[in-house]
C-alpha cells in the first residue's frame, strides 16, 4: 500500500449511471470517505451562476474558480460533505440548470487545474472513493482502482424519468434524453480531460443491472476486499 490511508479507488463514467450511490455504498462498506468531484464543478457553475459571469468567459470563470474555498467534512454515510466559502450549497448544486452550466464552465482548462489541484490535495493520501469525469484519467492516473460505469442514453434517461415522475415532478422523457445526449457530447468531445475510459480501467456496463448488481460487481474487482 502506498498511501497512508488506504487506496484511491476512482469512478468516472457518464452522468446518470449510478456512480455516486454505488461510490458511496462501496467507501461506507471499506470504511472510506467519498467525494464527488462533480459537485466542485457544480460549486464553481453556481458561482458564475449567481455572479452573472458569462459560462463561455474564460478569465471570468478562472477568477471565479480561485476564489473558491473548499472544505470537506466527513460524514457516518462515508459522503464528505463540502462547504464552499464557508457554505453549504446542497440541493441547490442538483438543479438541472446548475448541471448544464456546470458542463459549461467545465470546458475551461485552467478552471479545472485549480479544481484538480484541490482534488488531489483531499485524495492524495488515500482511503477515498473518488467519482467523477476524469479521476482515474488525470487526477489520478496513478489510482490504485479505477472503475468506469456506464449505460445507453435511453435506460439513463428513463431512470431519470422515472426519479423526476416518484419526487412529484414535472419530467419529459424526450428532453430529458436530449439534455442526456447533449451533456454526453460536451463531456466526451472538450479539449481539456475528456471523459474517457482510462487504458487500464474495468469497465461495467450499467444497462441490464440493478445498483446492488453493480457494486457487487465493483467490489468483487476490489483487490482483498473485505465483503
Ligand atoms: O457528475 P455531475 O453530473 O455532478 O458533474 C457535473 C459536470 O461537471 C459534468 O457535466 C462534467 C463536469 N465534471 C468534470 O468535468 N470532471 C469531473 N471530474 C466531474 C464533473
Redesign the pocket.
Known amino acids: 500500500m502506498t498511501r497512508a490511508n488506504g487506496m484511491l479507488i476512482a469512478i ?1 463514467g457518464t ?1 446518470g449511471t449510478g ?2 450511490t454505488v461510490g458511496k455504498a462501496v467507501a461506507a462498506r471499506l470504511g472510506y470517505g467519498f467525494l ?7 460549486a464553481l457553475a453556481y458561482s458564475v451562476f449567481a455572479k452573472k459571469i458569462d459560462p463561455a468567459d474564460h478569465d471570468g470563470v478562472l477568477a471565479a474558480a480561485r476564489v473558491l474555498r473548499f472544505t470537506f467534512v466527513r460524514q457516518s454515510d462515508a459522503t464528505l460533505k463540502m462547504f464552499v466559502n464557508g457554505e453549504f450549497l446542497g440541493p441547490k448544486l442538483h438543479l438541472e440548470e446548475v ?1 448544464n452550466v ?2 459549461q464552465v ?1 470546458t475551461n482548462r485552467e478552471a ?1 487545474l485549480v479544481l484538480t489541484e484541490k482534488m488531489r490535495e483531499v485524495g492524495q493520501d488515500g482511503g477515498i472513493v473518488m ?5 482515474g484519467t488525470v ?1 489520478f492516473p496513478d489510482a490504485e482502482v479505477k472503475f468506469y460505469l456506464d449505460a445507453s442514453a435511453q435506460e439513463r434517461a428513463k431512470r431519470r424519468f422515472k426519479q423526476l415522475q416518484e419526487a412529484g415532478e414535472k419530467a419529459d422523457y424526450n428532453e430529458i434524453l436530449r439534455l442526456i445526449e447533449e ?1 454526453d457530447f ?2 466526451k468531445n472538450r479539449a481539456t ?1 475528456p ?1 474517457k475510459a482510462a487504458e487500464d480501467a474495468v469497465i461495467i456496463d450499467t444497462s441490464d443491472l440493478n445498483l446492488q448488481q453493480v457494486i457487487d460487481a465493483v467490489l468483487e474487482k476490489l483487490p482483498h476486499h473485505a465483503s
Open positions: 468516472d452522468a456512480k455516486s464527488s468531484t462533480g459537485e466542485m464543478y457544480r448541471g456546470a458542463s467545465s479545472r467519482e467523477g469525469r476524469d479521476v487526477v451533456r460536451r463531456d480531460a471523459l
